[in-house]
């Protein structure tokens, strides 16, 4: 199976950039699209985003969510349509936004119906299949990698 249910094998929209730091906690950012930020920020926002890519802060803790430092532009996770999934507040917390397939679901899916790959939770969930990534997951790449993570968790609760 292809890791990147959309096609997007870029190198730039997948990698953490060492040199472009979170201005808030300083943590390292990875690298975005504009069109994903675009698609991302509450629509009254959405003239305020550069045609720069940014970096999404992969910190759970911070409330920041992108950033570009170039532009002096950054979004709160209150600015953004959809709930970060790693961020420790986030609900619902998506494992696959483009068909909205929670980790709970795919948890439930390893413990109640035995998945024990990403190909498993697809047939037994229906993720990945209404693939947009670039638009719909805040990275702007396949969620083939939060998925894995997802049944990694439910195998360690079983």
């Known amino acids: 199976m292809n890791k990147c249910c959309c096609g997007n094998s870029e190198k730039s929209s997948c990698d953490i950039e060492k040199d472009n730091l979170c201005p808030v906690c300083g943590k390292q950012g990875a690298l975005v699209k504009n069109i994903t930020v675009k698609h991302m920020v509450l629509d009254e926002l959405m003239e305020q985003v ?6 999404l802060c992969m910190d759970e803790e911070c409330d920041i969510t992108y950033y570009n430092i170039k532009s002096n532009i950054k979004f709160s996770k209150q600015q953004v349509k959809v709930p970060l999934w790693f961020k ?22 390893v413990i109640k119906d035995g998945a024990k790959s990403v190909k498993d939770v697809v047939v037994l969930t229906g993720a990945m ?30």
């Open 50 to 55: 550069s045609d720069n890519d940014y970096f």
């Open 88 to 109: 420790k507040d986030a609900n619902p917390k998506y494992a696959c936004y483009c068909s909205k397939i929670t980790e709970e679901q795919v948890i439930n899916a």
């Open 129 to 158: 299949k209404n693939s947009q990534c670039q638009k719909n997951n805040p990275l702007g790449k396949c969620c083939h990698q939060i998925i894995q993570d997802a049944i990694d968790k439910g195998l360690s609760m079983k």
